[in-house]
């Protein structure tokens, strides 16, 4: 797959040559260090951030182990969805996402959008058919056009990308950890492993960087 597009996590599972790292997590390999850490927007916790796309399958693959993860979120972490803009199917697919978190739904459709997207194959390649789907999932369609429209969700859209930029995120699935550190699915992978273990394996890499994290 293209740079800035899903990471191609498939062909690690399959064996591509990869720079391994044994027991303790890698700097470099299984995840970087921000040259310039960022703010954060919860004062007082650690901040995780999904970089993610609705269209990209190996963000679909990766989010029940990530749920699962969530599931026993540590009480001094915050979690947030962040999605890309890296082109004109991301931004459209973008504008979705603060759209249904404009209306406080994001959170409550966000398997039902995984599955019309990767599973029920709807048609997502315009703001119509975007807004068609909203409706079926049950949005009421005068609330989310202007949602849709609001300079709120435009705002979120530039502060997403701007975010993405600042990060470095070239790929989805990438956590972001504290405003500090970046990995991911394809940097913690090992050959050979499935896509899940690849999943499973970022979540042990983000859960040693939150241990930096405590340790300041």
């Known amino acids: 797959m293209q740079r800035r597009n899903c990471l191609s996590l498939l062909a690690l599972a399959a064996g591509s040559p990869l720079a391994l790292a044994q027991g303790t997590p890698q700097e470099g390999v299984d995840y970087r260090r921000l040259s310039q850490p960022l ?13 993610f796309w609705y269209g990209c399958p190996h963000c679909f693959v990766f989010d029940p182990a990530l749920k699962q993860w969530l599931s026993a979120l540590p009480a001094d972490v915050s979690f947030r969805r962040v999605h890309v803009g890296f082109g004109a199917l991301h931004r459209l697919h973008q504008r979705f996402f603060y759209a249904l978190e404009a209306l406080g739904l994001e959170d409550t459709l966000h398997d ?18 975007l807004q068609a789907l909203a409706i079926k999932l049950g949005v009421d369609g005068a609330k ?3 949602a849709w429209a609001s300079f709120g969700v435009q705002s979120k859209c530039m502060q997403a990308t701007r975010l993405s930029e600042d990060f470095r995120i070239d790929g989805v699935p990438s956590l972001g950890i504290g405003g500090r550190f970046l990995t991911a699915p394809s940097m913690a992978g090992r050959r050979g ?21 405590r340790q300041g």
């Open 144 to 146: 989310f056009r202007q």
């Open 112 to 129: 039902r959008v995984f599955k019309a997207f990767h599973v029920d194959n709807e048609n997502v390649d315009s703001d119509n058919a």
């Open 39 to 51: 703010a954060t927007s919860t004062p007082g916790k650690i901040e995780l951030i999904e970089f």
């Open 193 to 213: 492993m499935s896509e899940q273990q690849i999943g499973m394996a970022a979540l042990r890499v983000t859960d040693y960087l939150l241990g930096l994290m």
